[in-house]
């Protein structure tokens, strides 16, 4: 069992920038990690992971804009996210994915690009 808590999220103008965090209870047994976002009536969608090795993968539509990094010793994942647009606005979920196959989730933080 793994818990994921995300912090981070929030208001801010286009343009702007925000960086996420997700803790892990426990690191020992996940493979990947990742941030995954949910628009409005849109499906959940990767934004970017990173596997253990350091390995990344980015959405084409925040490459270049937004960073993942993981600090394993403190069992930390986060997402620097520059230049913000509206079309950013979304619940941002953080991912474990384990060694098994299991998938766990985090609750999701709210961020909201808006003038």
């Known amino acids: 069992q793994v818990q994921l808590v995300e912090s981070g999220g929030g208001l801010v103008q286009p343009g702007g920038s925000l960086r996420l965090s997700c803790a892990a209870s426990?690191?020992?047994?996940?493979?990947?990690m990742g941030w995954y976002r949910q628009a409005p009536g849109k499906q959940r969608e990767l934004v970017a992971r990173?596997?253990?090795?350091?390995?990344?993968n980015y959405a084409d539509s925040v490459k270049g804009r937004f960073t993942i990094s993981r600090d394993i010793a403190k069992n930390m994942v986060y997402l620097q996210m520059n230049t913000l647009a509206p079309e950013d606005t979304a619940v941002y979920y953080c991912?474990?994915?384990?060694?098994?196959?299991?998938?766990?989730w985090g609750e999701g933080t709210l961020v909201t690009v808006s003038s």
């Open positions: 426990s690191i020992f047994s996940i493979n990947v």
């Open positions: 990173m596997g253990r090795g350091g390995s990344t």
């Open positions: 991912n474990a994915a384990l060694y098994s196959g299991k998938d766990y």
